[in-house]
């Protein structure tokens, strides 16, 4: 070892740390749109590698420096509390615990339990907003639906001409 040395200046920078500042919404269900708030998430020529929630794959729609935009991936509707990890190409792992919580949604009773196009229908349940704050889009049958109050524990419906 001669104990020579080699520099060329200014060749390399920390990144400044990302933070994590909110998950929202807090909680929701297969499919809800999760967006991650905060400072440095991205720094240049870094990507989104993979987001999960508690160890399920979600799809990332967007991501910036300040936010990551996701979409819940299916945990099998298991109700649960889990964090959020995101893997960045720069192989940094950024994680918020216990950030989001899976709700389960269920339908307790659909009345009138068949029709035709026309038929008022009232679906009672909870949790059936998933996280959100309204109902927009609704199937009978497979078939889409009119909302016509889309209120998350008592909705109404409007069955459509199917054919």
Do not use: H, K
């Amino acid at each position: 070892d001669s104990g020579a040395t080699a520099s060329l200046s200014n060749s390399w920078q920390y990144d400044p740390v990302a933070v994590l500042d909110q998950v929202t919404p807090s909680s929701g269900r297969v499919g809800t749109r999760v967006t991650v708030n905060g400072t440095s998430l991205l720094p240049a020529n870094v990507t989104v590698v993979q987001v999960t929630l508690g160890g399920v794959v979600a799809t990332v729609l967007s991501a910036s420096d300040s936010a990551i935009v996701f979409s819940a991936g299916d945990n099998n509707n298991i109700a649960q509390t889990v964090n959020v990890r995101i893997v960045l190409s720069s192989d940094v792992v950024l994680t918020r615990n216990s950030s989001f919580s899976y709700l389960v949604a269920s339908i307790g009773s659909v009345v009138p339990a068949s029709g035709q196009g026309g038929t008022s229908v009232i679906v009672a349940g909870t949790n059936m907003c998933g996280g959100g704050s309204a109902i927009v889009a609704a199937t009978l049958a497979g078939f889409n639906a009119t909302v016509t109050s889309g209120l998350c524990d008592v909705t109404q419906l409007v069955a459509q001409d199917y054919g």
